[in-house]
């Protein structure tokens, strides 16, 4: 399906877009779509809109079904993967030796694993990303580009989003902390049904919390019923203490979302495992329509492990790096390599162990979509933009009873079609909704 943008054509001239671009601001403001600043990241007092896209984008909606039929698959491929210890040992054998923060959330799983996971109850929040491939003869297709299962934001920002576009719609018939916005969203949802919410930091874990006898978590003379991680997914986030906080808490029998062994799933070594032949049909045996339906959406993943395979995909990467792009094993945007930096950084790493610290994927090439992206500080303007497709998913797992498994919702980001990488935080992205056609 060709894509549209048809509520951008009907602008054309300036006066107009600064006053759409005005009502959208105080629109995003009265409906929370909020953000701290980068400068001011802890305080309250200084507050931003988060960046947004002035018009909704087009998703085919046969795009949007496809992508939340699937999620229900990826929660049990998560799930599945979170129990199979033997896997991810072998999927992440060659990481561990490289990485160290991989190595020691994996100390982390093999010693809860060790001592018997103690909570009978798994629960997953998670989020698969895609990109829409433009085929020929217009022929859209969705390629995933990761997928997230830790610390998964953006859907309490996403949530308002529609309802800042529809008031911009209507005008159109006429004429650190930084994300905390994201996080009190959930939290008053919870408050609203009576669950108290707390906040604490590693800091406050390692210094006041401790396990009872019976391994319930306590932290400032609260039982902690579940643990919902918002932070912890990059190296820098840890000092040596919070390693010992972390360990606390997986053993405890308190719900972890996710546990250890959902964030080591998440790791893209894990993605890049997946894609090879038999891995799919090992975790749905007798389900061929699930493995078909997952496989569809996979883009070229490439091992950079040390023996043939690996060699091949360098070769592949030397001969032509702008069909690729080169990831290392970090989350939160920004990390990735493109371009003639993914020679520059191979041709360091070629002949040793360290290059197995990446993995190589094919590049999605979505055809883009013009609209206007508001961010505080920058010029307007309609340009060419390529969105990203969040969705997603949720699952309650008890003892071996799957209790729950759903889609979720979505969070569609935008961003300039120039900009290679780049998340919310990055300042790169912004957020948008789907207006499916
Ligand atoms: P992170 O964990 O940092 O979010 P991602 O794998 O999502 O890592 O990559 C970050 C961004 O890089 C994505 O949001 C997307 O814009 C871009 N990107 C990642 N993989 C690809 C790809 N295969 N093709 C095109 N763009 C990609
Ligand atoms: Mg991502």
Redesign the pocket.
């Known amino acids: 399906m060709a894509y549209h943008s048809a509520l951008c054509d009907i602008l054309v001239d300036e006066a107009q877009l600064e006053q759409f671009a005005l009502v959208a601001k105080d629109s995003a403001f009265r409906h929370g779509l909020l953000m701290r600043t980068k400068e001011d990241p802890n305080s309250p007092e200084v507050l931003s809109y988060a960046p947004f896209t002035l018009f909704p984008s087009p998703i085919p909606k046969s795009i949007y079904e496809q992508a939340k039929l699937l999620q229900r698959d990826f929660n049990l491929l998560v799930d599945k993967i979170t129990q199979d210890s033997k896997f991810l040992e072998q999927a992440l054998a060659s990481i561990i030796k490289v990485d160290h923060f991989i190595a020691r959330l994996f100390e982390i799983y093999r010693k809860t694993l060790q001592k018997g996971i103690s909570s009978p109850i798994t629960i997953g929040l998670i989020r698969s990303?895609y990109?829409f491939l433009c085929g020929e003869e217009g022929v859209t297709s969705l390629?995933q580009?990761?997928f997230?299962t830790i610390s998964v934001g953006g859907g309490g920002l996403a949530s308002q989003v529609p309802a800042v576009h529809r008031s911009i719609i209507m005008f159109l018939v006429e004429d650190s902390q930084m994300n905390i916005y994201d996080q009190r969203l959930i939290e008053n949802e919870l408050w609203s049904r009576n669950i108290p919410v707390i906040r604490r930091r590693f800091e406050d874990i390692s210094k006041r919390g401790h396990l009872d006898e019976e391994k319930r978590l306590f932290i400032d003379g609260q039982e902690v019923g579940l643990v919902y991680y918002r932070y912890g997914y990059l190296p820098q986030q840890y000092i040596e203490k919070d390693w010992e906080a972390l360990l606390m808490m997986e053993q405890s029998r308190a719900v972890k979302c996710p546990n250890i062994g959902a964030h080591l799933a998440g790791i893209?070594k894990v993605q890049q495992e997946l894609a090879r032949p038999g891995v799919l049909e090992h975790f749905f045996p007798g389900d061929p329509e699930a493995v078909s339906r997952i496989r569809s959406v996979f883009?070229g993943l490439y091992s950079l492990d040390l023996g043939n395979e690996g060699d091949q995909a360098l070769d592949m990467a030397f001969a032509d790096p702008d069909q690729f792009?080169l990831?290392p094993q970090?989350?939160?945007?920004?990390?990735?390599i493109y371009g003639d930096d993914i020679c520059h950084v191979l041709s360091k790493v070629e002949q040793s162990l360290e290059r197995t610290a990446f993995i190589l994927?094919?590049?999605?090439?979505p055809q883009p979509v013009r609209n206007c992206i508001l961010r505080r500080g920058t010029l307007l303007k309609i340009q060419p933009c390529?969105n990203?497709l969040g969705m997603f998913g949720v699952y309650v797992r008890h003892g071996t009873e799957m209790t729950l498994n759903e889609f979720a919702g979505h969070l569609l980001?935008t961003?300039n079609s120039e900009?290679?990488?780049?998340?919310l935080m990055a300042g790169v992205?912004a957020l948008d909704s789907p207006y499916l056609v």
């Open positions: 990303d990109m390629k580009i990761e997230n893209k883009a792009v990831k970090r989350e939160g945007g920004g990390n990735n994927m094919e590049k999605i090439r390529i990203e980001r961003k900009h290679n990488d780049g998340g992205a």
